[in-house]
């Protein structure tokens, strides 16, 4: 087992199930022998980060350990979680990993950077605890790089709504909503707008693939880097 990655999903499942095909869409592979063995932890009854960052709902922070434990005892060589906000108890769950688990902020900040070097100012779109926990202003910040953000107002208006709908797979309402937050960004000098929250990619495919430039997708970040590791990626 240990030449599996193991993945912490079920936050939420689409998101989840975005990231392993993004694995395999991004692995130079002919055969299915040529792609990463991978063990799936999909448990979508960890509670919401966000409910609990802001004080409305129990902690996640159990539910994620059971999953790293798990992980851990079954042999994998590696772990990724693919969802930004429970990135707010990488620490915790680090340490108590015997294997290295991938950190999706740090990815996609490195992401802007091959993207395009002279890039001044981020746009993050994330969910609103991972915009409390302020973990990807401290990472991109400690980079070099100006951050813009959208409002409180724009998050419960734009934000928040849109990965509701993508939780209710209501994609066409989701990347209506998730457009006016891009743009308002933008409007605000953001060059690159990082979707800082797994579920946000699935509800902005048509503007990513009309201009990838002006976007990372924090969940095609994390996979990248995993086949970085792996010794997989292309070229």
Avoid at 218 to 234: D, V, Y
């Amino acid at each position: 087992m240990n030449e599996f990655l193991g993945v912490l999903g079920g936050m939420g499942p689409l998101a989840t199930a975005d990231f392993l095909k993004k694995l395999v869409e991004n692995t130079p592979a002919h055969t299915d022998q040529e792609h990463i063995p991978v063990l799936l932890y999909g448990n979508c009854t960890i509670p919401d980060r966000t409910t609990y960052i802001v004080g409305a709902g129990p902690s996640p922070l159990p539910k994620l350990l059971e999953g790293i434990k798990f992980l851990n005892n079954s042999g994998v060589k590696a772990i990724c979680i693919p969802c930004n906000s429970a990135h707010c108890w990488h620490p915790e769950m680090a340490e108590t990993s015997a294997v290295p688990i991938f950190h999706i902020v740090r990815a996609s900040a490195e992401q802007v950077r091959k993207k395009n070097p002279f890039t001044k100012t981020v746009g993050v779109l994330s969910t609103f605890g991972t915009y409390q926990m302020d973990i990807y202003r401290k990472t991109l910040a400690d980079m070099g790089f100006e951050v813009v953000a959208p409002t409180v107002a724009e998050f419960e208006t734009l934000v928040s709504p849109g990965i509701a709908m993508i939780k209710a797979n209501e994609l066409d309402a989701a990347e209506e909503v998730f457009a006016k937050a891009a743009t308002l960004l933008r409007s605000r000098g953001a060059e690159i707008i990082i979707l800082g929250c797994t579920e946000i990619p699935i509800g902005m495919q048509k503007q990513y693939k009309q201009n990838p430039a002006l976007f990372v997708d924090s969940t095609e970040a994390l996979a990248l880097a995993i086949l970085k590791s792996f010794g997989r990626e292309n070229g």
